[in-house]
Structure formats: structure tokens, C-alpha cells
């Protein structure tokens, strides 16, 4: 083993995000593995934040601690500009990317209000998906694939996230089918 490569090396997740029919569904897997060993299949990686009454949703891959500073971070940034959630999410990318603490971070989240959808990474990014799908961690590219494929096909944003998730788990072996889904109107 080299010395260089973090051990034992966390893994996992698939995030996916849907817009669509008036309705943003965040749905993430529950399988957490530490190398080759599913340590527990009921993680909740998707939340609901209500900063100021303002409902978010949000889904998260990475390191759950670094995840759980970020939504934090965020939480507070809503509260400082409540209703802005484009705003917020690139006050808290700056302050990730920039933040001698923060920039450690390794976590990625997809976030929404209903009506923006982002994902906000460590590297400053704040996306928004051009086809109203996105997906995050090891099987988000197989969420991603699965996500698009279906969208001008079926109508309903939640049963694309459900079915996506379920493509993914059946792909990735870091992501199982155990999900939370939070959805939110526009």
C-alpha cells in the first residue's frame, strides 16, 4: 500500500436531483462503505432545511462530517439572505474554496428551493443542470445517464428520481437501493 493514498477510503453515494412538472425531487441511496465493507445501508444523505421558514432540500455526497459543516454553513448563509438561494450557495462556494478550514472539505451537494436547482462544489462551482437533471457521487454519472434517458418520457420528476436511483444501485457497487426522497414545489 502506498503512503500516499488515504486509507481505508470512503466511498459511496448517489445523489440525483429532478426538476420537473412544477416539482424538484432530491433522492439519495443509503449505503455508506469504508473500502470493501458496507458499513450501514440507512444513511439519510437527503434533508429538508428550513432557515428563516424558508424550505431547502438538500442531498449530499462525501465525508457526512464535512457534509453535515457544509448544510450548516449554508443554513446560515439562508438565514443571512433569506429567499436567496443562488445567493447563498455562492457566498458559501466562495467561502469553501477560499477558507483555509473549509477548502478541506470532500463533500459535493445538490441543493433547491423548488425553483433553483445548483450543485455547489469545493472547487468554487456553483451549476445549475441544463436538462433539469444532475446526480452527484460514484454512481451519479449512472444516475445522470438513467435521469436523462427517461425525462421526455415520463411526466412525474419523483418517479424519475426513484427509477435513476434504482439504475444507479444496480450499476455502482457503493450505491444501494435504500432511498430518501425529499421533493419541494416551485
Known sequence: MQNDQKFPGWHGTTIVG????????????????????????????VRRISPGGFDVVCGFAGSTADAFTLLERLEAKLEASPGQLARASVELAKDWRTDKYLKNLEAMLIVTDGKDLFVITGAGDVLEPEHDVTAIGSGGNFALAAGRAMYDFEEDAEVIARRSLEIAAEICVYTNGKMTVESINA
Open 18 to 45: 429532478v426538476r420537473k412538472g412544477g416539482k424538484v425531487v432530491i433522492a439519495g441511496d443509503g449505503q455508506v462503505s469504508l473500502g470493501q465493507t458496507i458499513i450501514k445501508g440507512t444513511a439519510k444523505k
